[in-house]
């Protein structure tokens, strides 16, 4: 394991030297030829209670912050010297501003995509590999599953940490399943969306300066809040699945700025954005290691996938290794 990263601010994450997608051959294939890995709309993900799991834990700390004066204690904190009809009138301007504000998706879409810290090799323990019979069962097709292990150093070069705002380009980060972490998470973002409409609210009440002086950077300020909201949520799960140690890579976007691509569900059309993996265009560096999953020719398969990454230029140092679950559903 490596050092410590800023990837996320409410507790200490360290970076695993790899980090694992499961996937069937069709989107093994689809990674390597197009050099990008999809991230679905979150509304659109296996388990639909994800998103509403977040939204609802935020909404709570909203309720809490009206209810137990934090908006009336920020005016003051800000403004020490205001006069009281003033806190009483942003007060209530406040509490409808955060009441309004219960659900981040009307501002903007957002998209992710998951990768699993890899598990001890039990037959090598000082060795961490992607080989999870869960995974293999969830998200492999059931046989002929890969686990593709990523560099995720790369992606915190090249993509960055939690926090960006939409349009700014894709996040990553751990998921969050300490339920006290998750709160002190979203009370720090409700904080954040207080002081920013407090400043705004009353130096345009005092006739400070003009509205228009600035709109800008408060609407620039408070998509960039939401952003950090959106992505938190995003993140937020359950702790019953802090086993599968989960990562994810959070794409976000403006509903006035964005270009969507479309593929088959078993329900619906499911909306997702394609994510570039890699600046050059002959490398794909940020691919450490394959594994193949369980099924009936693993060895054939681990055969074509060396072959395949001989005759691919960027592709000839990747690690090929077929896992040893014994799992069979052939």
């Not at 204690?73 to 009441?99: K, M």
């Not at 592709?315 to 069979?328: A, D, F, N, Q, T």
């Amino acid at each position: 394991m490596s050092e410590p990263t800023e990837l996320e601010e409410p507790q200490s994450v360290k970076l695993p030297d790899l980090l694992y997608h499961y996937t069937d051959q069709v989107g093994l294939l689809g990674i390597l030829e197009k050099k990008a890995i999809w991230a679905t709309h979150v509304r659109y993900l296996n388990d639909a209670t994800e998103w509403i799991r977040g939204l609802e834990i935020y909404r709570q700390c909203i309720e809490e912050a009206v209810d137990k004066g934090e908006v009336e204690r920020t005016v003051h904190l800000l403004y020490p010297n205001i006069r009281e009809s003033l806190v009483l009138e942003a007060s209530q301007a406040l509490r409808t501003f955060l009441q309004q504000l219960t659900d981040p998706l009307d501002d903007v879409h957002c998209f992710v995509t998951s990768f699993c810290e890899p598990r001890v090799n039990k037959f090598n323990s000082n060795e961490w590999v992607g080989d999870d019979l869960s995974q293999w069962r969830g998200y492999s097709g059931g046989s002929g599953g890969f686990a593709i292990g990523f560099d995720p150093s790369i992606f915190v070069r090249r993509i960055g940490s939690m926090g960006g705002s939409p349009d700014g380009g894709p996040l990553f980060g751990a998921c969050i399943y300490d339920e006290n972490i998750q709160r002190s998470a979203y009370k720090e973002i409700v904080s954040e969306l207080l002081k920013l409409e407090v400043d705004f609210e009353l130096k345009v009440s005092q006739e400070l300066s003009d509205e228009s002086e600035h709109l800008e950077t408060y609407s620039s300020e408070k998509l960039r809040i939401i952003g950090k909201l959106v992505a938190t949520i995003a993140r937020t799960k359950d702790s019953g699945f802090e086993s599968e140690r989960e990562w994810r890579l959070v794409r976000l976007q403006t509903k006035e700025h964005t270009s969507v691509s479309f593929r088959n569900g078993k329900s619906s059309i499911i909306p997702y954005l394609p994510i570039p993996l890699t600046h050059e265009i002959e490398e794909l560096s940020i691919i450490k290691r394959v594994v193949v999953g369980p099924s009936p020719r693993a060895r054939d398969t681990e055969q074509a996938l060396k072959m395949l990454f001989q005759n691919r230029r960027g592709c000839e140092g990747i690690e090929v290794l077929r896992s040893m679950v014994p799992y069979r559903d052939w």
